[in-house]
């Protein structure tokens, strides 16, 4: 039992001055948590309560799909992130130190290579395997911006679990054991998640899923479609138009060159083709020009690892734009920049303003890179520029007048886009990231050598699977989640404490029921936190356990006199009058129900 | 229910080669840990699983005594640690980083500052206090020299509790009911401990103990007696012997300068006066003169924080040493030097080899400090150097021909010296600091203005104690304790599973009823690690057994035809053969016993 008057408990009025998100706003004032240093956060009594229960709620699933605890220090050397060769590709959210001889550690944001490690210190067998690995641990990461109290920080708790098999039908089983473990873990945190292909690229398109919270404060954009379709907007494929076959594309006119003065803009071009040839349009139905078939080329400068760099031309409808995200997932390793002007002057057969397919492409003179969007798709129709100032091509017919040297998924997604899988229009929606499985493959084995014997005697690399769970951001999700405008709300699995005895009242026959109650239900396995404070008024308490948000509450005041107790329930806001002696009875029904 | 077959446990037969001491040793060899960087280790499944159980004693007795449970980062910024001296004191023991922002941050030691600003941001008045607050959290300091495994490491779990009092009477309230529940922990944890009087000294005389268990590993050295007498080194006061009276010194012969040609050391100067003065000897029954009676005087520089200095002499008995780290202590802020040759030079008055008191002392013309050890009490008789090379003085007795500006505990402390409250001759024992409460007073309240309104309605300072539990440390401790040559033999409380079944043998019965009573083990509430491994021999999972050192032992093997299982006790030795039916009953009479 706490009670409130030796408690280290204590509730703000006021909201904290930097907090934007009601989850930040009513853990500080409701005492769960407090800001250290930007993105670093106290655990107070109360949040320190709830972050152990989801905890537990996270281990116990892991447990059930027979992953095996360890702990791995939050403190780690280089020498193996410098292997895999994340010491360097974190940069600046990486916590670097040295010690006192000048060896460097860093701080570890995720322990891929350490599980690896231990897997490859430990065995040597294809008999060994599978295995399932987890922790639930400290990790740091310097973001730029912490915000949004604990939902963007510096030092968080994580589970991260590995997977290692020796073949990829063993990584698929793994994987689908903890898809499996993480629908029980969200369920039982009162999470509701969408399940979201997430980008795979850098990971060569093996499987890879983010659990995503829908909620307005979320800082991740997914699509979802009434048939269940879920994606990250970086994982959509583009639904390309039905191709035509031989005959269709003979029947379309041939393409034909024209004056299209001034026409430098995709704006201004289907302006002048209005103008100029009023119901020619290729797609809308009353045949006006739309900026759609106006072929929309914008040039970047692809940077490499290796420092070597190319142009590169995307096509793309005229009525889209690059959405960054699709374009940097598309492009990696790879790093795209717009051309500037320079680059332009570099390369004169990119005619700023009529850039068209003419000249581009590897094959060409040029052999620059001309990538197209997929709905540039074989038979279909568009205007582009002609490769010089003032003039452009019209129906220019993909597949029959130019061609490309590939696809690329970088234009934006749409509210209303079809979706890929034809389960209807595609609804943008906000989330947060709670849980990420992907299939890592071999990619950290293989840069750490950590192979086993197979059935034959022969050394073969691991293929390893990573799980995460955010585990301090569940407990902000369940926050903002489960709270109205008086407080917190907690769902039963989470809460800090079971029920939350007020004594309200001077009366000290007040005080003595109250602490028997508060006596009998901790008796009958109940966590009770007891409002005992002598001379806080009856107002005062009403309002603290409103924001403290405990389940049930058990008020005992002027209604003693008449044999009366209140049992509360917070989320329901329902009151019950009972006797003194049903009051573990009824607490038990709110409980159970 | 762990299955070996599919476990993340694998034991070695070798010692690791850089492991000194058992626990090291074992914990590696048996799968509990593995080092990580020097002083880092991470946490297999078992060793975990024995971690846990020794945080939750400790986090048992801590809230029995009312203590609230928080967490603090390990990451913390600079400030707090600048305001209360520790970002400098720490030396290059404290692992400093920066962030992204050129922002300086630590990884923390310990959390003194944390809790202080917690309780001032939180509490405001006297009627807030007391409240005793803790944490388990991991813990980092940048030692010289890790080594022995869990002993001396740079990363580890440590229990830190702070007590805040309002008035001193209140402080040793809550060190008592620290005191009483660190006896109980460490005897739940099977870890006898003697409760040592620490030094204070900079604490300012208040209460320190540390609480030491015995064992020869230790890097400690304290003394206790049969009385019931304990205390580290550091903080043991010498007896001095009983002052003579007027009559007594007047009685005695006058101070006579000699001629001691050559006798520039102790050992020189007593065979010298035994040679020239047979039977003149001060303090042998037989007259024979001893190296006690020649007064030896040792000369270091002192160095104070603001960078001053001052040479320092100290006088002792001539078959004492001085002992560094009571030297360390007495002269505390100031850090103590022998002094060099060119020390010496700078003072001529100190005639190497023929030192004394003459010349010396702050009232002086030299004004050099002069400090003797607390045996050179009133009318004690010693021979000392006269000032000037050839010559010393005899029979000098100080109080009457020397005086001293102070006293210094700064001599060894020998076995058999007498202990300062009577109760009989000390021994030196070796032993590990498991444990350290002690009253911290004002000093970081004041430094971080910690104040709280008084009953009259006056700000007064509060008053900290602060009490540490090393977790990690203690694993390292009961496993240095509880092993034999064999392997690890965890007392119950901490072991990492209660029951251990064996199926030895290639008859498929055999693991049938293994797995059986694994089951039932299971159901009734004990924890099983099976040893399902079908190719593995009789003695491997007997050796394994052995050094995993499980208490119970259930041996499913060739016995099985007959009807009989056998049951082991690991720390006792024992083997009973029982029916199957009857081991989960012989399971819990060992478990109950």
Redesign the interface.
């Given at each position: 039992m706490?009670r409130m008057s030796?408690?280290?408990v204590?509730t703000l009025r006021e909201d904290p001055s930097d907090a934007e998100v009601a989850s930040h706003k009513l853990l500080v004032r409701a005492?769960y948590i407090?800001r250290?240093?930007p993105g670093?956060?106290?655990?107070?009594?109360l949040?320190?309560k709830v972050?152990r229960k989801v905890e537990q709620i996270v281990r116990e699933e892991q447990d059930a799909i027979?992953a095996?605890?360890?702990?791995?220090?939050?403190?780690?050397?280089r020498e193996p992130y410098e292997a895999t060769g994340r010491w360097e590709e974190y940069g600046?959210?990486l916590?670097?130190?040295q010690?006192?001889k000048g060896a460097d550690?860093l701080?570890a944001p995720t322990h891929e290579e350490?599980f690896a490690?231990?897997v490859k210190?430990?065995?040597s067998s294809y008999k060994d395997l599978p295995?399932m690995?987890y922790q639930v641990q400290?990790k740091?990461r310097?973001e730029?911006r912490p915000r949004a109290g604990l939902l963007r920080v510096?030092?968080f708790v994580m589970k991260d679990a590995y997977s290692f098999d020796v073949d990829d039908a063993g990584l698929d089983a793994s994987y689908d054991r903890q898809r499996q473990a993480y629908q029980r873990t969200f369920s039982r945190l009162g999470l509701p998640v969408v399940i979201c292909q997430a980008d795979a690229g850098a990971m060569g398109g093996s499987r890879s899923e983010e659990f995503l919270h829908p909620t307005p404060v979320g800082e991740d954009t997914f699509v979802v479609t009434d048939g269940g379709y879920a994606a990250n907007v970086e994982a959509v494929t583009t639904v390309a138009p039905a191709p035509l076959s031989a005959e269709e594309i003979a029947a379309l006119p041939a393409a034909h060159v024209e004056e299209t003065p001034g026409a430098s803009t995709i704006a201004a071009l289907t302006d002048f083709s209005n103008a100029t040839y009023p119901g020619g349009g290729y797609v809308a139905e009353d045949g006006s020009w739309t900026r759609y078939e106006m072929l929309k080329h914008l040039v970047y400068l692809l940077t490499y690892p290796d420092g070597s760099t190319e142009p590169l031309v995307i096509a793309l409808p005229g009525d889209r734009e690059i959405d960054e995200k699709r374009l940097e997932v598309a492009v990696a390793p790879a790093v795209a920049a717009p051309f500037t002007e320079e680059d332009f002057a570099r390369h004169p057969v990119l005619a700023k303003g009529y850039i068209g397919p003419a000249g581009l492409g590897l094959e060409s003179a040029s052999k620059i890179r001309y990538v197209v969007d997929p709905r540039v798709s074989e038979g279909t129709r568009w205007v582009a520029g002609a490769g010089e100032a003032g003039k452009h091509v019209y129906d220019l017919v993909f597949g029959r007048d130019f061609t490309a040297d590939g696809m690329i998924e970088a234009a934006e997604v749409r509210d209303g886009d079809p979706a890929p899988d034809g389960s209807g229009p595609l609804r943008l929606t906000r989330g947060m990231e709670m849980g990420h499985i992907f299939q890592l493959g071999r990619k950290y084995a293989e840069a750490l050598d950590v192979k086993v014997l197979d059935v034959n005697g022969k050394a073969v690399t691991v293929t390893m699977g990573s799980y995460g769970i955010g585990v301090t951001r569940a407990v902000a999700a369940i926050a903002e989640l489960h709270h109205d405008d008086k407080g917190l709300a907690w769902p039963r699995s989470v809460a800090p404490m079971d029920v939350h005895v007020l004594a309200t009242g001077k009366d000290e026959a007040i005080f003595a029921k109250a602490a028997e109650l508060a006596e009998q239900l901790e008796a009958a396995g109940y966590d009770v936190l007891y409002d005992d404070r002598p001379k806080v008024s009856p107002g005062v308490k009403f309002k603290d356990a409103e924001l403290i948000g405990i389940p049930t509450t058990v008020v005992v005041g002027r209604g003693l006199a008449e044999g009366i107790v209140e049992v509360r329930d917070r989320v329901a806001g329902s009151v019950q009058e009972v006797a003194p002696e049903a009051v573990v009875g009824t607490v038990r029904a709110l409980a159970d129900a």
């Open positions: 706490i030796s408690s280290f204590r005492g407090r250290s240093a670093v956060y106290t655990w107070l009594p949040g320190l972050m027979g095996q605890e360890l702990l791995f220090s939050a403190l780690q050397p600046p959210t916590f670097r130190l010690d006192r550690y701080l350490m490690l231990a210190d430990l065995f295995v690995l400290h740091y310097d730029a510096r030092e």
